[in-house]
């Protein structure tokens, strides 16, 4: 009787742990407007110090274990807080975290660098999204979201969005994110300026443009080393950089117009899986 109501205690407080920390992971995800001090209070209470600055980690199961990835990432990450959120209806099973700096004196680069590996660790359990390193705690709703960004695309990703996944914690795709977790329509407003038209028109008829500039600016804006890329006649590919200019008024033989439409298609990396 004694042992059974020890097991008994024990579930209850840890049944309670759980809801605390779902009720807090909630919040954060639905209410933007937390103040930053309640947000480092009511962490700390979980055991979890965010006062230097987090990196939210957001992944989508496929593996009946979800306890096992909790666990995996209170283990590899000190001080993580880490939740699984059962899904709803068709909604999927996600592990929502939030893994704290490890050393105020090198917070963003030794976090991230870690919060990278525990991804690729998890991997074999579904697909994990990441924030970038979030140094202001009242601005961890925005990383969560930022996080369930990252991972939707990478969930929806194609053969060219896989190239988003090995740069989503940093760099250019890391400010979209941010952007689009924050004024999605300036993120849209600039791909209907750049890249938009030609989408469309490849769409219609069946055309490869999109294709070719991608790899005309992958490699260096070489015309052979483009053709080569996408089997076609160097002809081909120039017929093919006229056509992109008529269609979006950008040259990608300018450097200004080049980049505008680099970003253009990191843009649209992100914005067509949704």
Do not use: W
Not at 6 to 35: I, S
Request: aromatic residues 6%.
């Amino acid at each position: 009787v004694a042992c059974l109501t020890e097991v008994a205690v024990e579930e209850a407080r840890e049944e309670v742990e759980q809801y605390v920390r779902g009720a807090f992971l909630e919040d954060l995800r639905a209410r933007p407007d937390l103040d930053r001090h309640e947000i480092v209070r009511r962490a700390a209470r979980l055991g979890c110090d965010v006062a230097g600055g987090a990196v939210v980690l957001c992944a989508e199961l496929h593996t009946s274990r979800p306890r096992h990835v909790v666990a995996t990432i209170s283990g590899d990450h000190p001080g993580a807080l880490a939740q699984h959120v059962a899904g709803v209806g068709d909604a999927p099973e996600r592990v929502y975290a939030l893994l704290p700096a490890l050393d105020p004196r090198d917070a963003p680069e030794r976090t991230l660098q870690r919060a990278r590996a525990l991804a690729e660790r998890l991997g074999r359990y579904g697909t994990v999204g990441l924030s970038g390193f979030c140094s202001d705690p009242g601005g961890l709703a925005q990383a969560m979201q930022e996080a369930e960004l990252v991972l939707d695309v990478l969930r929806h990703s194609d053969a060219s969005a896989e190239r988003v996944s090995a740069d989503a914690g940093s760099g250019t795709y890391r400010l979209l994110f941010r952007v689009l977790a924050s004024r999605p329509e300036e993120v849209r407003s600039f791909y209907e300026d750049t890249v938009a038209p030609i989408v469309r028109y490849d769409e219609q008829y069946r055309s490869d443009l999109l294709r070719t500039l991608d790899a005309y600016l992958d490699h260096n804006c070489n015309m052979n080393a483009t053709a080569a890329a996408i089997f076609a006649h160097r002809h081909t590919v120039a017929y093919r950089l006229d056509r992109i200019r008529e269609l979006t008024g950008l040259d990608p033989t300018h450097s200004e117009d080049r980049e505008r439409l680099g970003l253009g298609l990191k843009a649209h990396r992100i914005i067509a899986p949704r």
